[in-house]
């Protein structure tokens, strides 16, 4: 087991930027060139309802670093189930991970995602790494397009696997900024496109949370047929507001969390 929670997202956040050059740059942008001068949010994961795989499995490396189950969140339209995690160091992101109800999408789908996680080990979901291990299978270009044509989510888990999906700013810890807007006035002064799907802005101070995203970077992808640049993943900012006791607020607003998966949307 990892020693402790900072080791561990310190090997997620080296994984995630070898796939989102991007972030590093946000991260000077918005802090200093010190990684410790940004203080994360939250770390969010996909996966697939099977159980081999699944919420529990991943969650299972976070439990045994003292994090607690504090909510959960119901996307239909998406076919997506979400809890999320925190842990008692306040400083300590919080972790989102999602999965796929298979059983609510097509017979084609569901039998290539086996065919997927039937080329896992029960080993390597255990192993300390997981949550920064990648892909565990092969896949070519056209069984990628099938699961796009019919799930987003499915396609993006498909070619990246297991490492956080995006990482997310927390704007309540920023030296420089107070408001979500001036964080997004300057990361599109600096050229980075936002995700404008609901807005540029989800959620307000009503619901406790307001957060916008990234378009997720592209890059390259190896599939058994060649490869080709694919949308990886892209980096988050919430700004959370107290609630009438004072405190922030800590969980997630499904429909903000509903626009924001489509961050990785091809552009
Ligand atoms: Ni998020």
Redesign the pocket.
Known sequence: MHQDVNQLFSEIWQDYLSVTPSAKKVHELLGSSQQDDVIN??V?YRTFNIEKVGLNKLAAHLLALGYKECGEYHFEAKKLYAKHFEHTDPTAPKV?ISELLLDKCSPELQAIVHRLVDQVSPEAVNAENFLYSGRHWDIDQSTYRTLLAESEYAAWLSVWGYRAN?F?VSVNHLQNFETLASVNDTLKQAGFPLNSSGGEIKGSPEVFLE?S?TLADAAEVEFTDGTKMIPSCFY?F?LRHAMSNGELYSG?VAES?DK?FESTNAR
Do not use: C, G, K, L
């Open positions: 949010d939250h969010a989102f995006h997310t957060q995203s988050e919430a997630f969390a924001i």
